[in-house]
């Protein structure tokens, strides 16, 4: 029997993400006997990796003789029967439609404001295959599958809450990605900082790149991107300060990496620095405010989103209603 045709496959079954996949049948032949079982699933599945290979072994989807194999790295026997259910791999998630809820500020059919909140994923990237913004914008309208990413032209850190826009056109994505490059649209962001901020208003102008020490981190280093952020304190009590932010630049983390490099971090950040306080369990910062030309009108479109509860009872008691205007 060959273990490619079509008549050893087994029925399309779900997966853990809601697709189909097929179930590969066949037994073990003479001339594979004594081999370890992932160099068989690789001469087998070629369309898949070895490495994937293995993690569907990890994962119990590869059984022998009907009992789920627990090691890559066993032996085989001939006429064992193999079984193998081809579950795609994590990447191949990455742009598939998944519905989620997206809470809409301004809309019309070229342009998106929404409310993105803590915990969200913007962009499908290791670690975070599906779930994602770009998930559930694809299954919010179809046009979101012919867009360069789905319409993202800018992103949010997973646990920054806030106002994002993206385009629903191609002309409007084209546009808006022009205009966030020339830095014509206003972005402005409440924190809130460990220790006392001295100044009542600065500019923090420092290169942004990724930390020498650690990948997953950003840091002010000497050949870094340009990058400026304008600080104005709102106020300062026990021991935190409330800020506003504007950006001059797009880097990623910026206002966390510059803000603890002047030894402030961000209450919640423990990434740069800072710790749970205030009832903050991930970074204090907020996207509250966002101007921009419409691409296609014209006209000014400014859209601010409220504070969500948890970031909302952090600002209050620092700096009450203050700042939120």
Not at 6 to 11: D, E, I, N
Not at 154 to 170: A, F, N, P, Y
Not at 227 to 234: H, L, P, Q
């Amino acid at each position: 029997m060959d273990y490619r045709d079509a008549a050893t496959a087994g029925p399309m079954d779900e997966d853990e993400a809601g697709g189909a996949f097929e179930t590969r049948e066949a037994p073990i032949t003479s001339a594979e006997h004594g081999e370890r079982l992932d160099k068989v699933l690789a001469v087998r599945v070629p369309e898949f990796s070895r490495t994937w290979m293995q993690a569907l072994v990890e994962r119990g989807h590869v059984r022998l003789d009907g009992v789920v194999a627990t090691a890559s790295s066993r032996r085989v026997r001939a006429r064992q029967k193999l079984a193998v259910d081809l579950v795609p791999t994590d990447e191949s998630l990455a742009f598939r439609p998944q519905a989620k809820e997206i809470t809409a500020l301004w809309e019309d059919e070229h342009l998106l404001v929404l409310d993105k909140p803590a915990g969200l994923v913007v962009h499908p990237a290791a670690g975070n295959w599906s779930g994602t913004l770009l998930n559930g914008l694809l299954a919010r309208h179809p046009g979101a599958a012919q867009l360069p990413r789905a319409g993202i032209v800018h992103r949010l850190d997973k646990d920054t809450s806030g106002v994002m826009v993206v385009g629903k056109t191609l002309l409007a994505v084209t546009a808006l990605s022009r205009a966030i490059a020339d830095r014509s649209v206003q972005r402005r962001y409440l924190a809130i900082a460990e220790g006392a901020v001295t100044g009542a208003e600065f500019s923090i102008e420092a290169p942004i790149g990724r930390d020498p020490v650690s990948r997953v981190r950003m840091a002010v280093v000497a050949n870094g991107k340009p990058a400026r952020t304008d600080v104005r304190r709102v106020a300062v009590k026990g021991g935190f300060s409330a800020l506003r932010c504007a950006l001059h630049t797009g880097r990623t983390h910026q206002i966390r990496v510059h803000l603890a490099s002047r030894g402030h971090p961000l209450v919640g950040d423990t990434v740069y620095g800072g710790h749970p306080a205030l009832g903050l369990v991930r970074q204090g910062l907020h996207a509250f405010r966002l101007v921009l030309t419409h691409p296609v009108t014209g006209a000014v479109v400014e859209v601010r989103c409220a504070p969500p509860p948890d970031f909302a009872a952090a600002w209050s008691a620092v700096a009450g209603a203050q700042g939120l205007e």
